[in-house]
T-cell receptor, first 113, second 113 residues
């Protein structure tokens, strides 16, 4: 099955800095890569996703890049704000057929004011 | 609010007991997923149902079982509970069997004493 590794487990930045979270996946057939944000005590929520036919996607201050050859994808947050503090999960899956979304173990992002 | 409803929010029970967690998906969503979230373990996939049928199975213990009813709500049954079963259990839903975007409920915090 799919295996997703996520790094770092904890990331501490100053407000206004950029933050980068990286994930690698094992199944070359995976073609959909979402990112979820989980604030303390709340549910995970989808913040951005990317498909394997796209190398980069951006939505305001967040962007995701995908390198299919290397089987890794990254979340980039620019101009971080304290409200960006949360646990971020990457996931990998394959659309079509049996679908089991596999998540990374999460990155705790702390943005210091 | 994601539209996914989970009850109860908190559950405290003793070892050896049996509990039932309930999930109502978003209106129109046919797929229900169950995830277990423990400290430092991320989101562990348990099981998926689509339109009443089991579609995919993860690392779900034999002491655990689930079902999806004709009205599409789902129940996760945990029996012979052990201390290690203490965790946050999330339900998520999506429109189809292979839809990538998951909408999570608020979770049920299970404490086994």
């Amino acid at each position: 099955g799919e295996n997703v590794e996520q790094h770092p487990s904890t990331l501490s930045v100053q407000e206004g800095d950029s933050a980068v979270i990286k994930c690698t996946y094992s199944d070359s057939a995976s073609n959909y890569f979402p990112w979820y944000k989980q604030e303390l005590g709340k549910r995970p929520q989808l913040i951005i996703d990317i498909r394997s036919n796209v190398g980069e996607k951006k939505d305001q201050r967040i962007a995701v890049t995908l390198n299919k050859t290397a089987k890794h994808f990254s979340l980039h947050i620019t101009e971080t704000q304290p409200e960006d503090s949360a646990v971020y999960f990457c996931a990998a899956s394959r659309s079509g057929g049996s679908y089991i979304p596999t998540f990374g173990r999460g990155t705790s992002l702390i943005v210091h004011p | 609010d994601s539209g996914v409803t989970q009850t109860p929010k908190h559950l405290i029970t003793a070892t050896g007991q049996r509990v039932t967690l309930r999930c109502s998906p978003r209106s129109g969503d046919l797929s229900v997923y169950w995830y277990q979230q423990s400290l430092d373990q991320g989101l562990q996939f348990l099981i998926q149902y689509y339109n009443g049928e089991e579609r995919a199975k993860g690392n779900i213990l034999e002491r655990f079982s689930a079902q999806q009813f004709p009205d599409l709500h789902s129940e996760l049954n945990l029996s012979s509970l052990e201390l290690g079963d203490s965790a946050l259990y999330f339900c998520a839903s999506s429109p189809g069997p292979n839809n990538e975007k998951l909408f999570f409920g608020s979770g049920t915090q299970l404490s086994v004493l």
